[in-house]
């Protein structure tokens, strides 16, 4: 026959009972923080992942974009070096393709392609070799200024009056003036030659202009 069950050891089945209650209840927390931490560094890892992939977006459309902007400025210095090349530049072809594995920024290189363009474009001095050209614009200019002041001393005598008293005295600074009148062929000159018109171009047209008017003003009298 089974003994009977005390109540002594019925209360020991009881703390028993509850003790292991507790111990479960407690594994089970455990697992359910254990589960929520878990499920929050998933979360955290997901959310940097996608972050990342959204920064690896935005810097791939960013890298084309200055590819395109680097692209096209090379065409564009290409295009310029051909033109100042002539003949030879337009039968280069494209512009050189880029060198594979090339690394850095090619913001300074440009830089210093486009400076080197600037200051080759800008135009020299004239020759000294069209400085008989320089002379003769002088030569004309002084010429046709008098001839202007001429016409207009004449058109004086023949109409008097006021025209008779200004009309000579618009003739003369007419006259005066040629040697600067000069300056205006020479300057198309200068420019079809892709040059400045210096001091020394100007002293030239100046200085013929200036004998030829003192010339024509001594012939004159």
Sequence with gaps: MNEPVTSESYAAQIRRLAE??????????????????????????????????????????????????????????WQSLRGRLGGPGRRAGGPPAPVPGATGDPAPLLAGVRDLLVRTRQ???????????????GVAGAVLAYALGGAARAAGDRYGGELGVGLPVLALVVTLLGP???????????????AVLGPRPMTVVLVAGLVTTVALLVAGR
């Design 20 to 77: 292991l209650s507790a111990r479960v209840r407690a594994q089970r927390d455990e697992a359910h923080t254990w589960h929520a931490q878990q499920c929050a560094a998933a979360e955290r890892a997901v959310a940097e992942a996608e972050a990342a992939l959204r920064r690896a977006e935005r810097e791939l459309v960013d890298a084309r974009e200055e590819q395109e902007r680097v692209d096209a400025e090379v065409a564009d210095l």
């Design 123 to 137: 135009p020299g001095d004239l020759p000294g070799s069209v400085n008989p050209l320089l002379a003769l614009c």
């Design 180 to 194: 600067l009148v000069g300056l205006v062929p020479a300057k198309v000159l200068a420019d079809r030659r892709h």
